[in-house]
């Protein structure tokens, strides 16, 4: 997907005794999502999908696969994307465009909005923030609005387009009433392994987002029909005049200010097309004297979205609070600030946290720890004396044996691997600094002054 950056000047408010501590940097912007003038589906395209669905109905008629009620009321879907198990975020999508209400005259969707383009016939899901990233790990999918009978399958073609190119992966699903959706731009090879002709539940695994076929990034592309072929919008609104009422079993609302997910970086993260030009550089695990960036990430940011952020300390004290208001509108946006873990910055596990429209979100991360090694708080282990200009250390409070010492420098990298006797770690190798003693067997790490 082809993105421009925007920046722009946000109020910012630093609440309490914690105001003279500033940022050293911060930015960030709308994340702009491109359309193109093929619509995702060319005309051409189009007709012919609908000519092979019409073909394979009559198939599955005659083979007694296909049964109707005829009741539309029947038909309300759910949320057609979901975060796949090992995806924590808050959320992972936003909106880019709604059915073009108007083709032949001015842009206009289902709220008599912007929110669409020149004769788009879907809604387009896009995945957001780090869309390629979600692609390769298969974090985001497709899953069905409604029940109904796989009618059509694509598959095998490829995924990673920036631009209109091709055919797309898709899956065809036919309602009880008739009515038929259709899930665009899917990874290749993800698809479920249901055949033509076997029935799919409400919420059941279609594929995975991904950009196949004319699409110009990650994004589901959901185009549905009623039982007599005419385009539906399903979304409820003044200018729908496609049909009058809902087809979603929750309607969200037009703009939803929601926060996708907030992470911390070890450097300006990159945003591109297609995976190669896209790097987040994520980072939980930071040491002293290192910069780190705390980025929350938006979609549908609205004039007056407030915000509240904290950074709290391992023994959860605030050490930074502030807050933001946003002035103007995104349909995806990211915001970030730039820190240092100056050499008195408490060890342990810190915390990220963001309050939005009732949303408190967290995230977790480090400094002064090992990766993946955490910090114990039971606080039991000591060294003595601390700091020390000697040439042994004592260390207190040991519950068991001990297999090893590691002892790590502030860039994270092991200085020392030992074993002591009867409590006394030999230092005499090691230059003045601050060190990280990590005791194996009690999982704890200790700070170590040598001066």
């Not at 009623?226 to 385009?231: E, K, T």
């Not at 060890?347 to 995230?363: I, K, P, R, Y």
């Not at 090691?430 to 700070?447: D, H, P, R, S, T």
């Amino acid at each position: 997907m082809k993105h421009i950056f925007f920046f722009t000047i946000l109020t910012l408010v630093l609440n309490g005794a914690n105001a003279q501590r500033e940022p050293l940097s911060s930015g960030g912007g709308e994340y702009v999502i491109e359309t193109t003038e093929d619509k995702c589906l060319s005309d051409i395209d189009r007709a012919a999908i609908q000519r092979r669905l019409e073909i394979s109905r009559m198939k599955l008629e005659a083979e007694g696969k296909l049964n109707f009620s005829g009741d539309r009321e029947e038909v309300q879907f759910i949320w057609p994307v979901r975060n796949a198990a090992e995806l924590n975020w808050n959320s992972s999508y936003g909106i880019s465009a709604h059915v073009d209400q108007d083709p032949s005259a001015d842009v206009l969707d289902y709220e008599c909005s912007f929110k669409t383009y020149g004769g788009h016939f879907g809604t387009d899901i896009f995945t957001w923030p780090y869309p390629w990233y979600l692609v390769d790990n298969d974090l985001v999918e497709v899953v069905a609005g409604f029940e109904g009978v796989i009618i059509e399958k694509d598959d095998g073609f490829e995924d990673d387009h920036c631009e209109c190119i091709g055919s797309w992966n898709a899956v065809y699903v036919q309602h009880a009433d008739g009515s038929v959706a259709w899930y665009g731009h899917m990874k290749k090879g993800s698809l479920t392994t249901k055949a033509i002709g076997e029935t799919v539940n409400q919420g059941e695994y279609l594929g995975i987002v991904a950009s196949s076929g004319c699409s110009t990034g990650p994004h589901l592309h959901l185009e549905v029909y009623d039982a007599d072929v005419q385009l539906v919008d399903p979304y409820e609104g003044t200018c729908n005049s496609l049909n009058a009422d809902t087809w979603w079993l929750d309607q969200k609302p037009h703009w939803d200010p929601t926060i996708n997910t907030i992470l911390t970086h070890d450097a300006l993260p990159e945003h591109g097309c297609p995976s190669y030009n896209e790097n987040p550089h994520f980072q939980d695990y930071f040491f002293h004297g290192d910069i780190f960036y705390t980025v929350a990430y938006f979609h549908d940011a609205i004039p007056g979205t407030y915000t509240n952020y904290r950074i709290l300390t391992p023994d959860g004290g605030v050490w930074i609070e502030w807050s933001i208001i946003n002035d103007t509108y995104y349909n995806a946006s990211w915001t970030y600030w730039t820190w240092i873990f100056t050499i008195d910055s408490p060890v342990g596990e810190w915390t990220f946290e963001a309050t939005c429209e009732g949303d408190v979100l967290t995230h977790h991360f480090y400094c002064g720890v090992y990766a993946g090694v955490e910090e114990e708080k039971t606080n039991q282990l000591t060294i003595f004396p601390n700091p020390t200009n000697q040439n042994l250390v004592q260390i207190g409070g040991l519950t068991q044996p001990v297999n090893a010492i590691s002892i790590f420098d502030l860039t994270g990298k092991i200085v020392s691997q030992t074993t002591i006797e009867a409590g006394i770690l030999d230092v005499s190798n090691l230059a003045k600094g601050i060190y990280f003693v990590q005791v194996q067997a009690e999982n704890e790490l200790i700070k170590l002054v040598i001066n």
